[in-house]
């Protein structure tokens, strides 16, 4: 589990520094489908990546199993002709918060032809099961469901997943929006070309994959639950501009958690690369009013370099 939310954290990242487009803000419908115990969400100009060479490179180097199964369940339904997603969200959720296992949901946002998807739905005898009001339609050759949330909404993914996705709708689960400390994050982050959030379990377990073997020999276990949050956003428009904020709720936590980081990063540096060596000199790590802000900015050429060394490696792995 901490695995795939490692790589589903920086493929993420990834994913969203390949594009850069207008500002990505979920409509109140998909994000009443996302359940409470959201860990990560993640929101990306679909069309963007589509449209750019560079974006579906990077994406083929970092997308995980977990996420490259959603994305390719609506290439195989047989729907493209019928619908133009304009964003694609991901959701990374726990079925309740003493739960273990991790459910991954996809919402899809957009012009979507409903009329001409159920016609060809009905010609390819698919019967959709029924969920109160709800058809979800299997989409035969992914093993995936679908169904229609609005006119311009679709939630698609295991049916289990979907089925938790659609009671939070419906309210007989909470959704996230009545997640405090997420749909703050969401505010700070969703004005981003963008973007992504995490909770405090999500952050804790991205941070613990980030730092690796630099985090035993420094004091990070032992402020690590004081992690509340975190909100990243990255472009491509000029160079690569990469903005990571992690909310600790007190200046004492953030400042340490600076001083974390940056022994990390000196630990990094004795064994790394030339290229990472570059990167690494090319991100600040500072604190204030108690939260721990990381910035990393660099040429393409340079991140095409850092994207082929060992660093980039054992982060994905």
């Excluded at 990560?40 to 579906?56: C, F, G």
């Excluded at 949330?149 to 929006?177: E, H, I, Q």
């Excluded at 690494?280 to 990381?294: C, D, E, K, M, V």
């Amino acid at each position: 589990m901490v695995k795939v939310l490692v790589k589903f954290s920086v493929a993420a990242l990834l994913l969203a520094a390949a594009t850069a487009a207008l500002a990505s803000q979920l409509s109140t419908d998909a994000r009443s489908a996302i359940p409470y115990n959201v860990q990560q969400l993640v929101v990306i100009d679909y069309q963007a990546m589509e449209n750019s060479a560079a974006a579906m490179d990077l994406r083929n180097r970092v997308m995980p199993p977990e996420l490259k199964q959603l994305e390719t369940a609506l290439d195989k339904s047989g729907l493209n002709d019928n619908y133009d997603v304009d964003q694609l969200a991901f959701a990374l959720f726990k079925a309740s918060a003493s739960g273990d296992s991790l459910y991954t949901v996809g919402i899809a946002e957009g012009e979507f032809s409903e009329p001409n998807i159920l016609a060809n739905f009905r010609k390819q005898k698919i019967k959709p099961t029924k969920l109160r009001n709800d058809s979800i339609y299997p989409l035969t050759k992914s093993g995936m469901v679908l169904c229609f949330v609005d006119p311009s909404t679709m939630v698609f993914g295991d049916k289990d997943a979907v089925v938790k996705a659609l009671n939070s709708r419906d309210g007989l689960a909470p959704s996230v929006l009545t997640n405090g400390p997420m749909m703050s994050a969401m505010q700070s982050a969703d004005s981003a070309p963008l973007w992504s959030v995490l909770d405090a379990k999500g952050t804790q377990t991205m941070m613990s994959g980030l730092l690796g073997q630099a985090g035993a020999v420094t004091n990070y276990k032992a402020v690590r639950e004081r992690l509340q949050s975190s909100w990243y956003s990255m472009n491509f428009q000029n160079g690569v501009q990469f903005n990571l904020t992690i909310s600790t709720g007190d200046t004492f936590t953030a400042a340490t958690f600076a001083s974390v980081l940056t022994a990390a990063v000196l630990v990094r540096k004795m064994t790394s690369t030339p290229a990472e060596t570059a990167a690494l000199n090319a991100t600040s790590i500072s604190s204030s009013a108690g939260q721990l802000l990381i910035h990393f900015s660099s040429s393409a050429a340079e991140f095409s370099s850092l994207l082929q060394s060992p660093l980039f490696t054992s982060v994905m792995h």
